[in-house]
């Protein structure tokens, strides 16, 4: 199974994270966004990381990606199948995608990627989001965040993983949510990110970022 891009983007650690909790091994190819490359258009047709193909078969958008993953590879189950536990699972995946990746994506996009892609930053919309988006985003997560460490059911699901991979973007700029602010998400991010399957992405993305030796 091939998946293009980066896993600086959190899309793209997301699938990596839940194809090595699987035990699934994938072959990663170099991809960046807007990529021209006719083998990774033809499976990426609005050209976004992550793409995917397992033989003849090719996906793109994350979440199709681990829902296939999921079908194909049941256990350990990270989508269960009952019906109310589902229903989160899905609604966290949706809430990290679509909700979380808007301010995330700002201060990433703006700090870091721009320069990267040699695109031009726009460091006052980094610091709008940081200031004045993400706070009430934070601060519901707070209140989600059970004894446990695991969003649904007591267990890792999608759910953690589709959090915690916006999470560790934060880490990369600094503005990852501070224990003194955010108890509770502070300690259950501590406990997602350290899991061997997001531990190791974290240190080659943070020796790629210079952020570490
Ligand atoms: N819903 C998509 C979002 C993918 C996405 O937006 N990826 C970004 C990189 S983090 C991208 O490729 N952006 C390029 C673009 O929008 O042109 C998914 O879950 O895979």
Do not use: C
């Not at 296939?68 to 990290?96: C, N, S």
């Not at 059911?153 to 600094?174: E, F, K, P, R, Y």
Request: proline share 8%; hydrophobic share 45%; net charge neutral.
């Amino acid at each position: 199974m091939i998946v293009y891009g980066n896993s600086l983007s959190p899309f793209v650690r997301k699938v990596l994270v839940f194809a090595a909790e699987k035990g699934v091994s994938i072959e990663p190819r170099p991809a960046v966004p807007g990529a021209d490359d006719p083998k990774f258009r033809a499976i990426s047709p609005f050209g976004k990381i992550p793409a995917f193909s397992d033989g003849d078969y090719s996906l793109s958008d994350s979440s199709a990606i681990v829902h296939y993953l999921e079908a194909k590879h049941p256990t350990p189950a990270l989508i269960p199948a009952d019906a109310e536990i589902r229903g989160r699972v899905v609604w966290f995946d949706e809430f990290a995608d679509t909700i979380l990746v808007q301010p995330v994506g700002k201060i990433f996009f703006n700090r870091i990627v721009a320069k990267l892609l040699g695109r031009r930053a726009d460091p006052a919309v980094a610091d709008e989001a940081q200031a004045n988006e993400l706070p009430p985003v934070l601060a519901w997560l707070e209140t989600q965040i059970p004894a446990s460490n695991f969003l649904v059911g007591n267990m890792l699901t999608l759910a953690d993983i589709s959090v915690g991979t916006m999470l560790v973007n934060l880490g990369h700029t600094g503005t990852a949510p501070k224990a003194s602010e955010y108890p509770k998400l502070a300690a259950y991010s501590e406990s997602v990110l350290s899991r061997p399957s997001f531990a190791k992405l974290i240190a080659g993305e943070q020796r790629a970022l210079g952020l570490s030796n």
